[in-house]
Structure formats: structure tokens, C-alpha cells
């Protein structure tokens, strides 16, 4: 069953930057594309970015130009480059598959606050 540790979230002031870290157990990680996800307080979860197995990447239009996804199959890791973090950026992290491969197995994220 595959499994995603994510990490590398915190508290940010607005306009400063974080890298997030996402950590895939499991075979095949390769064959599948793969997203970030967040959830913010009350709200539900929504797609952040994503990219495919051939490194074509897509994002949510609140973080165009501003977020960036990358893939390190050798180390079955993915990443997510946030800057120029804004106020409404504050939410829960995940990593998993992309649609139509996203999994139940969600990890437990990563907290990314962006506050003064």
C-alpha cells in the first residue's frame, strides 16, 4: 500500500518562501503523476498543482507563477516550491497521485502558516 510523509511546512511572513518535501513509499511511484493538495481551516480539499510522469506540470490559478512542482523518481520524492506566499496560502499540505490514481491513503500533510 503506498504511503506519503510530507514535509517542510511552518510559519511563513507573506511574500517569503518554502519548500515542501513529499515522500512516496511503495513500487511504480515512476508510472504515476503526481499532485499537491491543501486544505484550509473549514474549507475543503483542493488541487494545488500536478504533474505527470513526463515532468508536464499544471496548477490551480490562485498559485500560477508563484508555485512550482518537481519529481525526483530515483528518490520517489516530490516537491512543491512555494513563494511570494500570500495570507490565503495558510492550509494543510498533502501530496498523492494524481487524478484519476489519487489514493485514500492521504498522509497526515504538512502546515504551512503565512502570517506577519
Known amino acids: 500500500q503506498v504511503q506519503f510523509v510530507e514535509s517542510g511546512g511552518g510559519l511563513v511572513q507573506p511574500g517569503g518562501s518554502l519548500r515542501l518535501t513529499c515522500a512516496a513509499s511503495?513500487?511504480?511511484?515512476?508510472?504515476?503523476?503526481m499532485g499537491w493538495y491543501r486544505q484550509a481551516p473549514g474549507k475543503q480539499r483542493d488541487l494545488v498543482a500536478t504533474?505527470?510522469?513526463?515532468?508536464?506540470?499544471n496548477y490551480g490559478d490562485s498559485v500560477k507563477g508563484r508555485f512550482s512542482i518537481s519529481r525526483d523518481n530515483a528518490k520517489n520524492t516530490v516537491y512543491l516550491q512555494m513563494n511570494s506566499l500570500k495570507p490565503e496560502d495558510t492550509a494543510v499540505y498533502y501530496c498523492?497521485?494524481?487524478?484519476?490514481?489519487?489514493?485514500?491513503?492521504w498522509g497526515q500533510g504538512t502546515e504551512v502558516t503565512v502570517s506577519s
Open positions: 498523492n497521485r494524481g487524478s484519476p490514481y489519487t489514493t485514500r491513503s
Open positions: 511503495g513500487s511504480f511511484f515512476q508510472s504515476f503523476p
Open positions: 504533474i505527470t510522469t513526463g515532468g508536464t506540470t
